[in-house]
């Protein structure tokens, strides 16, 4: 099923430039920052012995030190746009390692159907805002594939927590759905239309 009309055409335009933003900063600056980084590495072994030659080793370790932060703060504003991981692997390995880089209670259950860059994007987007919000609180998380749609799961949310779904799927022509238990906590439903 592909997603209809013009707002769908539009949706999933918008998913295809986030990726494409995620890919441009990782094949462009994170890799010339990591080959700054690596000949700074072969510029303080070449120093040669000499007066002063410690004050410039401190110098290209400070530079390289300054390298290495910076390249993880564009690793984190790539994911933070598009994760690559979700590129490369998927929805489940996409929230399993987004699990463990939070230390959220959360269980995660995905198959490994593929469904297009925009409903993977946004089900993910969905899933990491909820489990934020979660904090402390044990999560289900379920990705399943049924009739042309991603279906995500989850389960031991707070209801309130519906209208940050929505904003993820029904851009993309998805539905919401919440259900029981009633204990103030909720499972919500979220249905994706693979494209």
Request: hydrophobic letters at 45%.
């Amino acid at each position: 099923m592909t997603l209809g009309g013009e707002h769908g055409r539009r949706a999933q335009a918008v998913w295809r430039r986030r990726r494409g933003l995620e890919r441009a900063l990782h094949d462009g600056p994170a890799l010339r920052l990591s080959a700054l980084s690596l000949r700074l590495g072969v510029l303080r072994a070449e120093v040669p012995a000499a007066d002063g030659a410690d004050a410039w080793r401190r110098g290209l370790d400070d530079c390289a030190d300054e390298i290495a932060a910076a390249l993880q703060e564009l690793r984190e504003v790539a994911g933070a746009i598009y994760p690559s991981l979700l590129e490369e692997a998927g929805l489940g390995p996409a929230l399993r390692e987004l699990v463990a880089a939070t230390g959220a209670r959360a269980r995660v259950d995905a198959v490994d159907t593929r469904c297009g860059t925009a409903a993977e994007g946004a089900a993910y987007f969905a899933a990491a805002a909820c489990l934020a919000a979660a904090r402390d609180d044990p999560v289900d998380v379920g990705v399943r594939v049924e009739d042309d749609h991603l279906v995500l799961v989850l389960a031991g949310i707070d209801p309130g927590l519906r209208g940050t779904v929505c904003d993820e799927a029904e851009p993309l022509g998805g539905t919401v759905e919440v259900g029981g238990p009633g204990d103030g906590t909720a499972t919500i439903t979220a249905r994706f239309p693979c494209a």
